[in-house]
């Protein structure tokens, strides 16, 4: 992303617990009560991330952004083709998460596990610039917490549907298949492992590229499917290919 024609770098302490700004600016309705998701949140976060992850938040119901904190948006329009949501950065270097209401409800998606996938994908990897070694050696994994596992599997917290996520031990390749947990729900049975409906962004000789697990191409991967984060420019969301400047500036103030 870009402010005043230059690129935007990561501005937050990456030691501290952030607040993250929850605000609704869809008219759609989001099939939730907006207060009781967002408390649901931050109960997925204290109770299932946190303990895992060591990634506490704060969250804020809020009207806009709010100087020097995350954020969390909900909007009726995507702001890229197929996007459902995303995460990125601000044209001032902080997270920022982007659920698209009307897209995630017209192809039958729930908008409660869109919300807490980008926000536990955020967590760990606010400024989306970490990878890992991993089974190939000419590989590097991204730290995207919850793409591996982006299929059926979910689970319900206060009655609201949450997004499944891998554990730090995913990206760990000397354990042995079965030696540990992996994921949240079980589902994972060794490192790496891309669930049905899943996938992975790689690294192979600077350029990206995707590793998709068993029946990835199905209707229901289609739809999900987020791309424009790391199989692209992080700062703007366009095709593979595209050259086009950043647009951040102007997206932030059509918000």
């Not at 109960?43 to 969390?72: E, H, N, Q, Y």
């Not at 206060?158 to 589902?187: C, Q, W």
């Amino acid at each position: 992303m870009k402010k005043n024609g230059k690129t935007a770098s990561p501005a937050f302490d990456r030691g501290q617990a952030p607040t993250i700004a929850c605000f609704n600016r869809a008219t759609t309705p989001l099939g939730v009560n907006f207060g009781r998701l967002i408390g649901t949140l931050q109960k997925f976060l204290d109770r299932c991330v946190v303990p895992v992850w060591g990634t506490p938040a704060r969250l804020v119901r809020s009207t806009g952004f709010i100087k020097g904190a995350w954020a969390m948006v909900f909007l009726d329009r995507a702001d890229r083709k197929i996007a459902l949501a995303h995460h990125d950065l601000t044209p001032d270097g902080l997270p920022i998460s982007k659920i698209f209401v009307q897209r995630i409800l017209r192809f039958g998606e729930s908008v409660s596990v869109a919300a807490s996938h980008e926000l536990v994908e955020m967590l760990v990897d606010p400024a989306n610039n970490l990878y890992s070694t991993g089974r190939k050696r000419k590989l590097l994994y991204a730290y995207e917490v919850a793409d591996p596992v982006q299929g059926e599997p979910r689970f319900k917290l206060n009655g609201i549907f949450m997004t499944n996520f891998v554990y730090p031990a995913y990206f760990e390749v000397f354990h042995k298949r079965g030696s540990t947990r992996f994921d949240y729900l079980k589902k994972v049975r060794e490192p790496f492992q891309v669930l049905s409906g899943g996938y992975q962004t790689v690294l192979k000789n600077g350029k990206k590229g995707k590793l998709f697990g068993p029946g990835a191409m199905s209707v229901r991967f289609k739809r999900a499917y987020r791309p424009g984060r790391r199989d692209t420019c992080r700062w703007h969301h366009h095709g593979a290919g595209c050259n086009a400047p950043g647009q951040w500036g102007k997206i932030l103030k059509r918000y």
